[in-house]
């Protein structure tokens, strides 16, 4: 899910272990993008990824205004967000506690067009 998010340019992209301390998921998935545009273009390349490699539906909140996208795939949550909206809520700061997973620290471009790489940033951005 994270590097799906990443091949569509979301930006602070993080995976966070909230299972120890809350019954609700296991996994928060967190990304950015710059606009709802952007915000829309990452959540529905994670539900098709999603789809298509483990035929898996989630629910979905937030589609219709793209600001803040929720794709619900029960024991992992993914929170895809315009940047701002981002920083105003900082749910991420609300699981401090929470282990940060590694994800790759690169991942290669999906487009002929725009060759190299594009880093995953820190967890509170930078």
């Known amino acids: 899910m994270a590097l799906a998010a990443l091949e569509k340019k ?18 928060l998935v967190f990304g950015s993008g710059e606009s709802e545009r ?6 529905d ?37 315009r940047q701002d909206v981002r920083t105003h809520y900082a ?3 609300m699981w401090a506690d929470a282990p940060l997973i590694p994800i790759p620290e690169t991942v290669t471009t999906s487009s002929p067009r725009e060759k190299g790489t594009q880093q995953v940033v820190s967890r509170y951005g930078s």
């Not at 979301?10 to 996994?27: M, Q, W």
């Not at 952007?38 to 959540?43: E, P, R």
């Open 45 to 81: 390349h994670i539900e098709r990824e999603m789809a298509r490699q483990f035929q898996i539906h989630p629910q979905i909140e937030g589609a219709a205004t793209a600001t803040w996208i929720l794709l619900d795939y029960g024991d992992i949550v993914v929170h895809v967000f």
């Open 10 to 27: 979301a930006s602070d992209v993080l995976i966070l272990d909230v299972g120890k301390l809350t019954s609700i998921t296991n996994y």
């Open 38 to 43: 952007q915000v829309k273009a990452i959540a």
């Open 91 to 93: 749910l991420e700061k």
